[in-house]
């Protein structure tokens, strides 16, 4: 069973509008993160959470805001999409362990396409 | 910035064939190195990392080892199978960076001819 659920595993979405990717963990962990996966380019972090609490965010736009209502569970809002929003967003989760040896765990991902 | 290398985009081996994909790291201090695998629809696997020079990871017939010096984690594996076709990522871990941040390299998509 996938220990890192994300729904949906698919989202089409018209420009302008908003969505909500889910994720669920049942690893345990006290981490959680958002990375994305565009066409031709490499992963990209984009948040992390520890305890609930907002740790770093590396996306230039406020148009991406995580939620997180639950300790296992780290959602992403997205606002006003646009076509360059178009892409794979993957969930990951880690136990934090305050070095840099964290090992991430991934969900299969969301894929976004917005038109 | 931190950054890793994969020189290769696409490797296409045969059956039983030697391995090597090659990953080269630019970073500050001592990070820790990994290795991922993506099968197609799926998110990245964690194969196995390494955190000091010289130190050898490996897990599922695959190996890298930590060299500091040539700032290399290069991916080995002796005898490939068709089910190893996938998209391989180098990553690398910072001290100072954001928590969980992973610099990726651009993958290497293995293809084994059966």
């Known amino acids: 069973d996938p220990k890192i659920i994300q729904k949906p595993k698919y989202l089409v979405a018209v420009t302008g509008s908003e969505k909500i990717l889910i994720c669920e963990q049942y690893?345990?962990?006290?981490?959680m993160y958002w990375y994305r996966q565009s066409a031709k380019k490499p992963l990209e972090f984009m948040f992390s959470?520890?305890?609930?609490?907002?740790?770093d965010n590396q996306t230039a736009s406020s148009r991406f805001q995580p939620q997180s209502s639950k300790k296992n569970h780290l959602d992403l809002q997205i606002t006003a999409l646009k076509p360059d929003d178009s892409a794979t967003y993957f969930c990951a989760s880690s136990q934090e362990t305050g070095g840099s040896q964290n090992t991430l765990y991934f969900g299969a991902g969301t894929r976004l396409s917005v038109l | 910035g931190d950054s890793v290398t994969q020189t290769e985009g696409q490797v296409a081996l045969s059956e039983e064939d030697f391995l090597t994909i090659h990953c080269n790291y630019s970073?500050?201090?001592?990070?820790?190195l990994f290795w991922y695998v993506q099968y197609p629809g799926e998110g990245p696997q964690f194969l196995f990392r390494a955190s000091r020079d010289k130190e050898k990871g490996s897990s599922r017939g695959f190996e890298a080892t930590y060299n500091k010096e040539a700032t290399s984690f290069h991916l080995q594996k002796a005898s490939v199978q068709e089910s190893d076709s996938a998209v391989y990522y180098c990553a690398l871990s910072n001290r100072g960076s954001a928590l969980g941040r992973l610099h990726f390299g651009a993958g290497t998509q293995l293809i084994v001819i059966p």
């Open positions: 959470y520890s305890y609930q609490k907002l740790m």
């Open positions: 690893l345990g962990h006290n981490a």
């Open positions: 970073a500050s201090g001592y990070p820790a």
